[in-house]
């Protein structure tokens, strides 16, 4: 027969057993929260990607704004509606009869 002090050790040695499996799969940094981190992590770099690339397209929108004087004279005339001296400006109205 075992004894009383065995006996004890057995089942908390199981609980101990229980609690680590549990903590393991659920715990804070079990496994499932490692998954769910990496799942993010996934997702970030993807963002960072995408940034990088409209960082990308900035720039080179920046060195075509010091080195293209037509790109410069395209938007000023298209998004400020700017005029050269003696250019005929027609406007578009928005209202419709």
């Known amino acids: ?52 690339i409209e960082v990308a397209k900035l720039e080179c929108e920046i060195d075509r704004w010091k080195t293209d004087s037509f790109y410069k004279e395209k938007l000023a005339r298209e998004h400020l509606g700017l005029a050269r001296e003696g250019d005929i400006v027609y406007y578009r109205s928005s209202i419709t009869e």
């Not at 659920?26 to 963002?47: F, M, V």
């Open 1 to 52: 027969m075992l004894s009383l002090k065995q006996t004890l050790f057995r089942i908390f040695f199981g609980i101990e057993v229980v609690v680590f499996i549990f903590m393991y799969l659920c715990g804070t940094h079990g496994i499932q929260a490692r998954r769910q981190l990496h799942i993010e992590n996934l997702g970030l770099s993807d963002k960072i990607a995408a940034q990088r």
